[in-house]
């Protein structure tokens, strides 16, 4: 069955700290993976990784994606508050059933 | 701000009784995706509209269904409501099946009482 495993379940930085996020998959015909932040209510999107784009970056945050290893990490540089949220990791369903496979996410606490 | 709105924001419930929630999809989105969010828990796969068809199901009863309109708008129905259906229901629309970049609404707060 296919899976996605996030790591730690919980952090907690203080300001200023650099993050690294966790996220392992098991999947068949693995095409994509995506990481969200959940602050509230609605995950927003952050980036989406793929065989052709194994790395992302946008402003303090970057992502890499090793398909040889199945995981990704979501790399948070000179942290602040407003980074608290849930980070989430999804990879696309390839059997037909068209959802998204979530981890159960990382909580970011960042304190002042 | 996605452009995916869903209504309402809160609903308490009572055991036994029915719910519907609505979703309006991103402009230029044909795809609607619903997803159950239990607390600490990351969302669930519900059902997927694609062009007015259910064209994928998680692992959740019939009496969880849904609806897509013409103006790829969709609503999911709850029926005979038990108390674990209390979560955070979300909404995500994309322009394709395969959720490429899909974007979600704020979603509804459930709470069954």
């Known amino acids: 069955e296919d899976k996605v495993v996030q790591s730690p379940l919980s952090l907690v930085v203080h300001e200023g700290d650099t993050v690294t996020l966790n996220c392992s998959y098991e999947?068949?015909?693995?095409?994509?993976l995506l990481w969200y932040k959940q602050e509230k209510k609605a995950p927003t999107f952050l980036f989406m990784l793929?065989?052709?784009?194994i790395e992302k970056k946008s402003g303090r945050l970057s992502s890499i994606l090793d398909k040889k290893e199945l995981f990704s990490i979501l790399n948070i540089t000179a942290t602040q508050t407003g980074d608290s949220a849930i980070y989430l990791c999804?990879?696309?369903?390839?059997?037909?059933?068209?959802?998204?496979?979530f981890g159960t996410g990382t909580r970011l606490t960042v304190i002042p | 701000e996605t452009g995916v709105t869903q209504s309402p924001t809160h609903l308490i419930k009572t055991r036994g009784q029915q719910v519907t929630l609505r979703c309006s999809s991103q402009?230029?989105?044909?795809?609607v995706s619903w997803y159950q969010q239990a607390l600490g828990q990351g969302p669930q796969f519900i059902f997927q509209?694609?062009?007015?068809?259910?064209?994928g199901r998680g692992n959740f009863p019939p009496r969880f269904s849904g609806l897509q309109f013409p103006n790829y708008s969709s609503e999911l129905n709850v029926n005979a409501l038990e108390l674990d259906d209390s979560a955070l229901y979300l909404c995500?629309?994309?322009?394709?099946?395969?959720?490429?970049?899909?974007?979600f609404g704020q979603g509804t707060r459930l709470t069954v009482v």
């Open positions: 995500a629309s994309s322009f394709d099946r395969a959720n490429t970049e899909a974007f």
């Open positions: 999947v068949t015909n693995f095409r994509s």
């Open positions: 793929t065989s052709s784009g």
């Open positions: 999804a990879v696309p369903d390839q059997t037909g059933a068209n959802n998204l496979f």
């Open positions: 402009s230029g989105h044909n795809t």
């Open positions: 509209y694609y062009r007015e068809e259910e064209n």
